[in-house]
Protein backbone atom coordinates (compact mmCIF):
# COMPACT_ATOMS: atom_id res chain seq x y z
CA UNK A 1 0.00 0.00 0.00
CA UNK A 2 1.57 3.52 -0.78
CA UNK A 3 1.90 5.62 2.29
CA UNK A 4 -0.45 8.39 1.53
CA UNK A 5 -3.14 8.58 -1.13
CA UNK A 6 -1.50 11.78 -3.20
CA UNK A 7 0.80 10.05 -5.90
CA UNK A 8 3.15 13.23 -6.22
CA UNK A 9 3.60 12.88 -2.53
CA UNK A 10 4.38 9.47 -2.33
CA UNK A 11 7.07 10.01 -5.48
CA UNK A 12 8.51 13.02 -3.50
CA UNK A 13 8.80 10.66 -0.04
CA UNK A 14 10.54 8.05 -2.03
CA UNK A 15 13.23 10.53 -3.21
CA UNK A 16 13.59 11.63 0.19
CA UNK A 17 14.19 8.73 1.98
CA UNK A 18 16.21 7.20 -1.11
CA UNK A 19 18.30 10.32 -0.49
CA UNK A 20 18.55 9.89 3.38
CA UNK A 21 19.69 6.30 2.95
CA UNK A 22 22.04 7.26 0.31
CA UNK A 23 23.82 9.58 2.58
CA UNK A 24 23.17 7.52 6.16
CA UNK A 25 23.87 4.27 4.63
CA UNK A 26 24.25 1.51 7.06
CA UNK A 27 23.82 3.99 10.17
CA UNK A 28 20.02 4.78 8.84
CA UNK A 29 17.23 2.48 10.24
CA UNK A 30 14.36 3.66 9.73
CA UNK A 31 12.01 6.38 8.16
CA UNK A 32 7.98 6.80 9.49
CA UNK A 33 5.32 9.61 8.63
CA UNK A 34 3.87 10.65 11.60
CA UNK A 35 1.36 13.34 12.46
CA UNK A 36 -2.01 13.71 10.80
CA UNK A 37 -0.61 11.37 7.93
CA UNK A 38 -0.37 8.63 10.46
CA UNK A 39 -3.50 9.42 12.83
CA UNK A 40 -5.81 9.89 10.17
CA UNK A 41 -6.78 13.51 10.05
CA UNK A 42 -4.70 14.91 7.10
CA UNK A 43 -5.75 16.65 3.67
CA UNK A 44 -4.42 18.27 1.37
CA UNK A 45 -2.73 20.90 3.05
CA UNK A 46 -1.56 19.36 5.79
CA UNK A 47 2.16 19.60 6.80
CA UNK A 48 4.04 16.15 6.03
CA UNK A 49 5.39 14.76 9.60
CA UNK A 50 8.05 12.30 9.56
CA UNK A 51 10.67 11.10 12.02
CA UNK A 52 14.16 8.90 10.60
CA UNK A 53 15.79 6.50 13.13
CA UNK A 54 19.36 6.23 13.11
CA UNK A 55 22.05 3.58 14.77
CA UNK A 56 23.61 6.93 16.68
CA UNK A 57 24.20 10.76 16.81
CA UNK A 58 24.84 12.30 12.99
CA UNK A 59 28.31 13.73 12.53
CA UNK A 60 28.90 17.20 10.90
CA UNK A 61 30.01 15.45 7.78
CA UNK A 62 26.39 13.50 7.46
CA UNK A 63 24.87 16.60 8.61
CA UNK A 64 26.53 18.82 5.65
CA UNK A 65 25.43 15.76 3.33
CA UNK A 66 21.41 15.89 4.50
CA UNK A 67 21.09 19.56 4.26
CA UNK A 68 22.03 18.82 0.67
CA UNK A 69 19.22 16.45 0.28
CA UNK A 70 16.84 18.21 1.97
CA UNK A 71 17.69 21.05 -0.24
CA UNK A 72 17.35 19.21 -3.57
CA UNK A 73 13.98 17.89 -2.48
CA UNK A 74 12.41 21.37 -1.90
CA UNK A 75 13.38 22.34 -4.80
CA UNK A 76 11.56 19.65 -6.39
CA UNK A 77 8.23 20.86 -8.79
CA UNK A 78 6.08 19.70 -6.20
CA UNK A 79 4.00 22.06 -3.55
CA UNK A 80 4.68 18.53 -0.91
CA UNK A 81 8.27 19.28 -1.39
CA UNK A 82 7.97 22.55 0.38
CA UNK A 83 5.32 21.26 3.36
CA UNK A 84 7.84 18.41 4.89
CA UNK A 85 8.95 18.52 8.68
CA UNK A 86 10.82 15.80 10.91
CA UNK A 87 13.68 14.87 12.81
CA UNK A 88 16.84 12.66 13.33
CA UNK A 89 16.47 10.31 16.09
CA UNK A 90 19.52 8.37 17.37
CA UNK A 91 17.97 5.11 18.23
CA UNK A 92 18.67 5.17 21.77
CA UNK A 93 17.17 8.48 22.30
CA UNK A 94 14.14 7.09 20.47
CA UNK A 95 12.96 4.21 22.28
CA UNK A 96 11.74 5.74 25.48
CA UNK A 97 10.07 8.64 26.89
CA UNK A 98 13.37 9.58 29.24
CA UNK A 99 15.58 12.07 26.80
CA UNK A 100 12.57 14.16 26.13
CA UNK A 101 14.07 17.38 25.57
CA UNK A 102 16.69 16.80 24.00
CA UNK A 103 17.83 18.69 21.19
CA UNK A 104 17.72 16.32 17.48
CA UNK A 105 18.91 17.44 14.17
CA UNK A 106 15.01 18.58 12.80
CA UNK A 107 13.95 19.94 9.74
CA UNK A 108 11.28 23.01 10.10
CA UNK A 109 8.23 23.49 7.80
CA UNK A 110 8.99 25.32 5.06
CA UNK A 111 12.56 24.81 5.63
CA UNK A 112 15.52 23.83 3.40
CA UNK A 113 18.13 23.13 6.40
CA UNK A 114 18.39 21.26 9.56
CA UNK A 115 18.54 22.89 12.86
CA UNK A 116 18.47 21.70 16.17
CA UNK A 117 15.48 21.39 17.85
CA UNK A 118 13.43 19.70 20.88
CA UNK A 119 10.25 19.99 18.14
CA UNK A 120 10.04 16.07 17.96
CA UNK A 121 11.41 14.65 20.99
CA UNK A 122 8.08 14.10 23.11
CA UNK A 123 5.73 11.81 24.03
CA UNK A 124 3.54 12.62 21.80
CA UNK A 125 5.46 12.07 18.50
CA UNK A 126 6.44 8.45 20.15
CA UNK A 127 2.82 7.77 20.68
CA UNK A 128 2.01 8.31 17.21
CA UNK A 129 5.12 6.53 15.96
CA UNK A 130 4.65 3.27 18.16
CA UNK A 131 0.63 3.34 17.59
CA UNK A 132 -0.09 4.60 13.86
CA UNK A 133 3.39 5.41 12.57
CA UNK A 134 3.92 4.28 8.48
CA UNK A 135 6.96 3.10 7.72
CA UNK A 136 8.13 4.44 4.51
CA UNK A 137 11.31 1.83 4.94
CA UNK A 138 12.92 -0.17 7.67
CA UNK A 139 11.01 -2.71 10.39
CA UNK A 140 7.29 -1.80 12.04
CA UNK A 141 7.85 1.44 14.65
CA UNK A 142 7.11 -0.67 17.65
CA UNK A 143 10.28 -2.49 17.30
CA UNK A 144 11.92 1.12 17.70
CA UNK A 145 9.53 2.31 19.99
CA UNK A 146 8.27 1.12 23.09
CA UNK A 147 4.89 2.05 24.29
CA UNK A 148 4.28 5.50 25.93
CA UNK A 149 2.49 5.51 29.53
CA UNK A 150 -0.47 7.05 29.35
CA UNK A 151 -0.16 8.86 32.76
CA UNK A 152 3.58 10.24 30.59
CA UNK A 153 1.08 10.75 27.51
CA UNK A 154 -1.43 12.93 29.67
CA UNK A 155 0.96 14.66 31.75
CA UNK A 156 2.56 15.92 28.64
CA UNK A 157 -0.40 17.61 26.82
CA UNK A 158 -1.37 19.16 29.89
CA UNK A 159 1.77 20.94 30.41
CA UNK A 160 2.03 21.86 26.75
CA UNK A 161 -1.47 23.53 26.80
CA UNK A 162 -0.71 25.68 30.11
CA UNK A 163 2.92 26.33 28.96
CA UNK A 164 1.95 27.48 25.45
CA UNK A 165 -1.26 28.90 26.39
CA UNK A 166 0.40 31.18 29.02
CA UNK A 167 3.10 32.25 25.71
CA UNK A 168 0.23 32.85 23.51
CA UNK A 169 -1.71 35.26 26.20
CA UNK A 170 1.69 37.36 27.14
CA UNK A 171 3.01 37.51 23.29
CA UNK A 172 -0.29 37.81 21.24
CA UNK A 173 0.72 40.07 18.41
CA UNK A 174 3.12 36.80 17.47
CA UNK A 175 0.31 34.80 16.73
CA UNK A 176 -2.15 37.56 15.59
CA UNK A 177 -2.78 36.10 11.72
CA UNK A 178 -5.65 34.10 10.49
CA UNK A 179 -2.99 31.09 10.35
CA UNK A 180 -2.20 31.38 13.81
CA UNK A 181 -6.09 31.89 14.92
CA UNK A 182 -7.29 28.78 13.50
CA UNK A 183 -4.26 26.44 14.26
CA UNK A 184 -4.89 27.60 18.40
CA UNK A 185 -8.44 26.73 18.57
CA UNK A 186 -8.24 23.39 16.71
CA UNK A 187 -4.80 22.71 18.75
CA UNK A 188 -6.60 23.21 22.23
CA UNK A 189 -9.44 21.17 20.87
CA UNK A 190 -7.40 18.17 20.12
CA UNK A 191 -5.47 18.70 22.92
CA UNK A 192 -8.47 18.58 25.56
CA UNK A 193 -10.09 15.59 23.83
CA UNK A 194 -6.73 13.96 23.49
CA UNK A 195 -5.95 14.35 27.19
CA UNK A 196 -9.77 12.90 28.25
CA UNK A 197 -9.21 9.98 26.17
CA UNK A 198 -5.52 9.31 26.45
CA UNK A 199 -4.24 9.06 23.23
CA UNK A 200 -3.84 11.21 20.28
CA UNK A 201 -6.39 11.72 17.25
CA UNK A 202 -6.58 14.32 14.77
CA UNK A 203 -7.51 17.57 15.19
CA UNK A 204 -11.45 17.05 13.51
CA UNK A 205 -12.20 14.78 15.90
CA UNK A 206 -10.91 16.99 18.30
CA UNK A 207 -13.11 19.84 17.07
CA UNK A 208 -15.98 17.32 16.40
CA UNK A 209 -15.91 16.28 20.58
CA UNK A 210 -15.02 20.09 21.85
CA UNK A 211 -18.54 21.04 20.69
CA UNK A 212 -20.02 18.47 22.45
CA UNK A 213 -18.78 18.77 25.58
CA UNK A 214 -18.11 22.90 25.87
CA UNK A 215 -20.80 25.88 26.29
CA UNK A 216 -22.41 25.65 23.04
CA UNK A 217 -21.30 29.29 22.68
CA UNK A 218 -18.28 28.08 21.39
CA UNK A 219 -19.55 25.66 18.91
CA UNK A 220 -19.39 29.00 16.18
CA UNK A 221 -15.65 29.84 16.47
CA UNK A 222 -14.80 26.13 16.11
CA UNK A 223 -16.85 25.62 12.99
CA UNK A 224 -15.66 29.08 11.20
CA UNK A 225 -12.04 28.21 12.40
CA UNK A 226 -12.47 24.63 10.91
CA UNK A 227 -13.39 26.07 7.73
CA UNK A 228 -10.65 28.70 7.48
CA UNK A 229 -8.04 26.25 7.84
CA UNK A 230 -6.72 25.30 4.40
CA UNK A 231 -3.87 27.36 2.80
CA UNK A 232 -1.47 27.90 5.64
CA UNK A 233 1.21 29.04 3.57
CA UNK A 234 -1.37 31.98 2.82
CA UNK A 235 -2.90 32.65 5.70
CA UNK A 236 0.24 33.05 7.72
CA UNK A 237 0.46 36.58 6.25
CA UNK A 238 -3.16 37.50 6.37
CA UNK A 239 -4.11 39.49 9.26
CA UNK A 240 -7.18 38.32 11.41
CA UNK A 241 -10.29 39.38 12.62
CA UNK A 242 -9.27 41.41 15.68
CA UNK A 243 -13.01 39.96 17.26
CA UNK A 244 -12.25 36.89 16.15
CA UNK A 245 -8.75 36.85 17.55
CA UNK A 246 -10.09 38.40 21.33
CA UNK A 247 -12.63 35.50 21.31
CA UNK A 248 -9.92 33.02 20.41
CA UNK A 249 -8.03 34.12 23.87
CA UNK A 250 -11.00 33.72 25.54
CA UNK A 251 -11.05 30.16 24.17
CA UNK A 252 -7.39 29.35 25.52
CA UNK A 253 -8.14 30.78 28.66
CA UNK A 254 -11.51 28.70 28.70
CA UNK A 255 -9.91 25.30 27.68
CA UNK A 256 -7.00 25.61 30.11
CA UNK A 257 -9.73 26.10 32.95
CA UNK A 258 -11.39 22.57 31.48
CA UNK A 259 -7.96 20.82 31.44
CA UNK A 260 -7.43 21.19 35.10
CA UNK A 261 -10.80 19.34 35.54
CA UNK A 262 -10.18 16.44 32.32
CA UNK A 263 -6.19 16.00 34.28
CA UNK A 264 -7.81 15.52 37.57
CA UNK A 265 -10.19 13.33 36.22
Given at each position: ???????????????????????????????????????????????????????????????????????????????????????????????????????????????RFL????????????????????????????????????????????????????????????????????????????????????????????????????DPS?????????????????????PVD????????????????????????
Open positions: MPPTPYPELNAVLRQLVAGIQGVLGDTFLAAYLQGSFATGGFDKDSDVDFIVAVEDELSEEQIESLNRVHDRIYDLDCPWAQHLEGSYFPKDVLRTCDQRGKLLWYLEHGDILSEHCNTAVVRWIVHEDGIALAGPSPETLVDPVPVEVLRQEISETMCDWGQEVLAEPERFRNRFYQSFIVLSYCRMLHDLHVGCIDSKRAGAEWAKTVMWAGLIDRTWDGRPNPSLKIRQPKEFESTLKFVRYVIEMSAQYGAE
